[in-house]
């Protein structure tokens, strides 16, 4: 076990653990940037362009149609199992997730705040009703034939790497309003809820460190809260491989891969405690 993170989570007493997108690699999900922080593949569509562009939600629906079934189906790893364990120990003061999977939950961690939302749900933009993925997914198959049966390589947000004619595609209206149905999640160009930063906020002045697990923090919306934490003059540490927005800011990094650095920690509670 490296001597750094084990002296770090030793110490800790309320740790607040921000994870991303490296946390879900082992579980068969892609994460969006390479080690220096560069985007892998083509940006993620925008609030704007969904919210405005028909062709636009054709194509993630029907990308999504595709590659749902992976995503949704898709396993809790060490990462996730290790940290629902260091939260089992009394550990924690809160998990703060960038990612949209639902992981940390299935792997048993209880004090969860998904940050950018989740993608098990979706969410009509007029009335506010909220259903749930799977459902969506039998309606945007029963208004698609044939569809689910593309071959296509899963992206980070559940979708799929598809490229053809989307413009035949059927997208499915909200059942009790007709409106325009969205991902329960935080698009690019989208704000987090104000209720959920406040929350986020409580809990990182109640902690005394942060710990960075799988993120590059290349997004602001998760890299503000190691900002206020360091301001605060809070100890923060990186668990993730390569460059992050806040490498000045860290006491250490730690380039490990997440559920290797982190699997010493599962079934060994007694030694944090």
């Not at 002296?7 to 690699?25: E, M, N």
């Not at 029963?142 to 790497?161: K, Q, R, S, T, Y």
């Not at 809260?225 to 490498?247: E, I, S, Y």
Request: proline fraction near 5%; glycine fraction near 8%.
């Amino acid at each position: 076990m490296s001597q750094p993170l084990t002296d770090f989570i030793t110490r800790a007493r309320r740790l607040f653990v921000l994870t991303g997108a490296g946390c879900s690699t082992a579980s068969g999900i892609p994460d969006y940037r390479d080690t220096d922080g560069q985007w892998k593949r083509t940006p993620p569509v925008t609030y704007q362009a969904f919210m405005a562009e028909p062709a636009t939600r054709q194509r993630y629906w029907a990308r999504s149609l595709v590659g749902w079934p992976r995503f949704g189906h898709a396993v809790p790893n060490g990462t996730h199992h290790a940290l629902a364990a260091l939260e089992a120990s009394g550990k924690l003061e809160v998990l703060l997730t960038q990612n949209v999977d639902v992981l940390h939950q299935r792997a048993g961690s209880a004090n969860v705040i998904d940050l950018h939302g989740r993608l098990d749900r979706v969410r009509c933009m007029g009335c506010e009703q909220r259903s749930g993925r799977e459902e969506l997914q039998q309606r945007l198959m029963a208004a698609n034939p044939g569809w689910d049966a593309l071959e296509a390589g899963i992206a980070p947000d559940g979708d799929a790497d598809l490229e053809t004619d989307f413009s035949a595609f059927n997208v499915p209206d909200c059942l009790h309003c007709g409106g325009l149905l969205k991902p329960d999640v935080v698009f690019f160009g989208e704000n987090v809820p104000r209720e959920r930063v406040a929350a986020v906020h409580d809990h990182l002045q109640r902690a005394d460190a942060v710990l960075v697990v799988g993120s590059s923090l290349m997004v602001y919306s998760g890299f503000r809260f190691v900002q206020a934490a360091a301001k605060a003059g809070l100890p923060v540490a990186a668990l993730n491989r390569g460059r992050t927005r806040a490498d000045e800011l860290l006491a250490f990094k730690d380039e490990r891969d997440c559920a290797e650095a982190l699997a010493p920690w599962l079934g060994a509670t007694s030694m944090i405690l």
